[in-house]
């Protein structure tokens, strides 16, 4: 039996699907893209699915036999195998996963962008065309159509786009506090002034925070830092508070001013 779906492949939600279906009596036997192949049998197991370099999925193929594969374009797999939690092959595959969300997200904003710009240049198309063909009030009325039909369809794939962009952005965000691997991650710019310090100020104690960089310092001991962080205003202002007084430092974002 075959059945169609269109799921991120060795997702929460593909793999409750395909428990789901085990449930009904169907063993995932093979993936072909989005095609899924089943086979009925009365003892369906539910699956794990595992994110691993496809270089290991193949040096264990003689010891390891998963109900299905799939393969991404690049060196990395996922697997599905009917093993419980303290059976996994793979110990912590969240780098892994993390790597497939981020490409995830990356096609996303990409069909994203093609879907729009494709509706529109057909939109302009038809507005050039009809200037060249005789004003009817029948041709008036197909272009209208044809342009808030075309209207429609790009809110409904900016829609569909952004949903499935900011799902994989948000599992993207809790896998980099999870690996702690944040280089790929765009990092919005703090300012972090301190005041009427004695010295400068020693930002390796807060190295975990992010990548600090020294911008303006003055006569008066104030010293002025931009940091580049995943953190939130209210996290960067905890973790600083523990060594320096709340009076003698100030935490502004892009967004604002620095207070005179």
Not at 52 to 81: E, Q, W
Not at 175 to 181: A, F, N, P, S, Y
Not at 184 to 190: C, H, M, Y
């Amino acid at each position: 039996m075959q059945k169609h779906r269109f799921y991120l492949k060795g997702s929460a939600a593909e793999v409750a699907w395909l428990n789901h279906q085990a449930d009904a009596g169907y063993q995932l036997t093979a993936i072909h893209g989005c095609t899924y192949q089943f086979e009925a049998t009365p003892t369906a197991k539910h699956v794990v699915a595992e994110y691993l370099p496809k270089t290991t999925l193949d040096l264990m193929t003689t010891v390891f036999k998963p109900f299905a594969t799939h393969v991404f374009h690049d060196d990395l797999a996922v697997v599905y195998s009917p093993v419980t939690p303290d059976q996994r092959v793979v110990n912590d595959d969240a780098q892994y996963r993390l790597a497939a969300y981020r490409h995830a997200r990356d096609v996303a904003l990409n069909w994203l962008n093609g879907w729009v710009l494709a509706i529109w240049l057909l939109m302009s198309a038809a507005i050039v065309l009809s200037s060249q063909l005789q004003a009817t009030p029948l041709l008036t009325r197909i272009l209208l159509t044809s342009l808030g039909l075309g209207a429609a369809l790009i809110v409904l794939g900016i829609v569909i786009g952004a949903r499935a962009a900011l799902h994989c952005h948000r599992e993207v965000c809790r896998l980099i506090q999870v690996t702690g691997d944040d280089q790929d991650a765009w990092k919005p710019t703090f300012h972090v002034l301190f005041k009427h310090q004695a010295a400068l100020p020693n930002t390796e104690q807060w190295a975990d925070l992010g990548q600090w960089q020294l911008t303006m310092q003055n006569q008066q001991g104030d010293y002025y830092f931009d940091l580049r962080t995943t953190l939130s205003e209210l996290e960067i202002r905890r973790t600083i508070a523990k060594l320096v007084a709340d009076k003698d430092f100030t935490v502004m974002s892009w967004l604002g001013l620095y207070s005179i």
